[in-house]
C-alpha cells in the first residue's frame, strides 16, 4: 500500500510575508507540486497570517481542482476567532469546500502545533462544528496523539480520520526512546484502523525518518511542509516532491 503526499506550503507563504508582493507566488509552487506527483496541499491559515493568508486559501482551493484525483486539505484550530480579515476557519473551509478539514488545537501564541485534542475536555465544543462540516461533505480529520482512550472518543464523535502528531517521533528518532514511541505509534494506528478510522500523519517528517515511520502499515496520507520546503532549497521543489514521493509509495 502507498500512501499519499500532501505537501504543505505554509513555509514557502512565510517566505513570502517576509517582502511585500507575491514572491515565491504560491500558485506556481502549488503547481510545480501537484505536477511532480503530490496528491495534494495542505495549508493551515491562523489569525495572526504568519504564513497562509485567507487569499490563498481560495486561489490553492482553485489550483487543486484543476488536478483531478489530487486533495486539498485545509489544517486549523476550529476555537480560533476571527481577527481582522482572518474570518475565522469554518468561514474559509464553507466557501471553499476543502476535500479534507484537519482540526488541530493549537493556539495563537504557538510557534507551530506540538500536541493533540484532549478530547475529554473538547468533544462538547467540537460536535456543533462536526455538524456542519459533515453537512457540507467535508471529510474531517481530528490531530491526535498516539493515546487509544483518545483515539476512542474520536471514533465515537463520528469522524472520518486522525492525524497522529509525530513531533515526539521525529524528535527522539535513531534512539532507543524513538524505538520504543514507533511502536507506540504503531500500536495507535493499528488501534485506529479496527475501530474504522483512516490514519494521517505529520509533524516534523523527513527524508530521514519517513521510511522508518511508514514501516507502520496502513497510513493513509502524511503532509509534509517545513522539511520539504529545506530540501527543496537544496535540491529544489520537483526533486524534493519526488524523493517524497519514492519513500510514499513503497511505503508497507
Keep these: 500500500m502507498s500512501t499519499a503526499l500532501s505537501v504543505n506550503l505554509n513555509k514557502v507563504a512565510l517566505i513570502r510575508n517576509s517582502r511585500e508582493g507575491h514572491f515565491p507566488d504560491l500558485v506556481e509552487f502549488g503547481t510545480l507540486c501537484l505536477d511532480a506527483g503530490a496528491q495534494g496541499l495542505t495549508v493551515h491559515p491562523r ?25 486539498f486539505n485545509i489544517e486549523g484550530n476550529p476555537f480560533a476567532a476571527p481577527l481582522a480579515d482572518y474570518p475565522g476557519l469554518l468561514s474559509l473551509v464553507e466557501q471553499t469546500q476543502p476535500d479534507q ?37 467535508v471529510r474531517v480529520s481530528l490531530f491526535m496523539d498516539p493515546d487509544r482512550e483518545q483515539i476512542a472518543r474520536a471514533r465515537d464523535l463520528g469522524v472520518e480520520r486522525i492525524e497522529l502528531y509525530t513531533g515526539p517521533y521525529a524528535e527522539h528518532f535513531g534512539t532507543n526512546r524513538g524505538s520504543e514511541l514507533l511502536d507506540e505509534y504503531r500500536s495507535a494506528a493499528h488501534y485506529a484502523q479496527e475501530i474504522g478510522l483512516a490514519v494521517n500523519a505529520g509533524h516534523d517528517l523527513n527524508l530521514e525518518n519517513l521510511p522508518e515511520f511508514l514501516t507502520i502499515e496502513g497510513i493513509a496520507e502524511v503532509s509534509i511542509g517545513h522539511a520539504l520546503t529545506v530540501d527543496a532549497l537544496r535540491m529544489g521543489m520537483t526533486p524534493a516532491v519526488a524523493r517524497y514521493l519514492s519513500i510514499c509509495q513503497h511505503s508497507r
Design 47 to 71: 489569525p495572526d497570517q504568519r504564513h497562509i493568508r485567507p487569499a490563498d486559501v481560495f486561489t490553492l482551493a482553485k489550483l487543486v481542482k484543476q488536478f483531478p484525483g489530487c486533495e
Design 101 to 137: 478539514c484537519t482540526l488541530v488545537p493549537d493556539s495563537n501564541d504557538q510557534l507551530t502545533s506540538d500536541h493533540g485534542f484532549d478530547l475529554n475536555r473538547d468533544s462538547e465544543k467540537l460536535k456543533p462544528i462536526l455538524a456542519k462540516l459533515k453537512t457540507w461533505g
